[in-house]
């Protein structure tokens, strides 16, 4: 169920970088034509790249995680006895749990600290390009917390025939 709502969540948001790359590029193809071509550049189309862009960033974090997508340098790690490495593992899903929990709360302050401000040229609070982060770490707090229980219930599996095939 909860892998089911996540596989939901994921792809909700694959949509949405879509959507964002595709408007982005747009932006990009449109101020490029009107600087050179017309010499009359777009005065909201950087800042609203460099937000869509932050946006895209941010809310594929989680996406990537979901994937094993990441970059990894394990070369020491696969080095390790099995049961080692399994724990490496876990405890790494740990920090990057800590790591994603302090983001969505830190992320949620900065929120509420550019509240008033407004992001010149397109004239919107800052907040709302913000808030693009502490979104993208609930997210990916939940995607380490299935990791980290599928990992956990593989470590203990293993451990269980472990233990049946001593026995016979």
């Not at 996406?63 to 490495?85: S, Y």
């Not at 830190?106 to 800052?126: A, D, F, K, M, V």
């Not at 380490?144 to 990992?151: F, Y």
Request: net charge negative.
């Amino acid at each position: 169920m909860y892998s089911k709502i996540l596989d939901k969540i994921i792809w909700l948001l694959e949509k949405i970088v879509m959507v964002f790359l595709g408007v982005a590029i747009i932006i990009i193809a449109l101020q490029i034509f009107f600087r050179y071509v017309l010499d009359d550049p777009l005065w909201w189309s950087e800042q609203t790249a460099r937000c869509l862009f932050v946006w895209m960033m941010m809310l594929s974090v989680p996406i990537i995680f979901r994937r094993k997508g990441a970059v990894a340098f394990d070369l020491l790690v696969n080095a390790m006895p099995e049961k080692i490495r399994d724990i490496v593992h876990i405890v790494a899903q740990f920090v990057i749990l800590f790591f994603s929990v302090s983001y969505c709360y830190y992320g949620i302050e900065l929120c509420i600290q550019t509240g008033n401000r407004i992001i010149s040229g397109i004239e919107i609070p800052q907040n709302l390009m913000y808030i693009a982060a502490p979104i993208a770490m609930f997210v990916l707090t939940l995607v380490i917390l299935e990791q980290i229980a599928a990992e956990c219930k593989c470590l203990f599996h293993k451990n269980t025939d472990e233990e049946v095939e001593g026995v016979q």
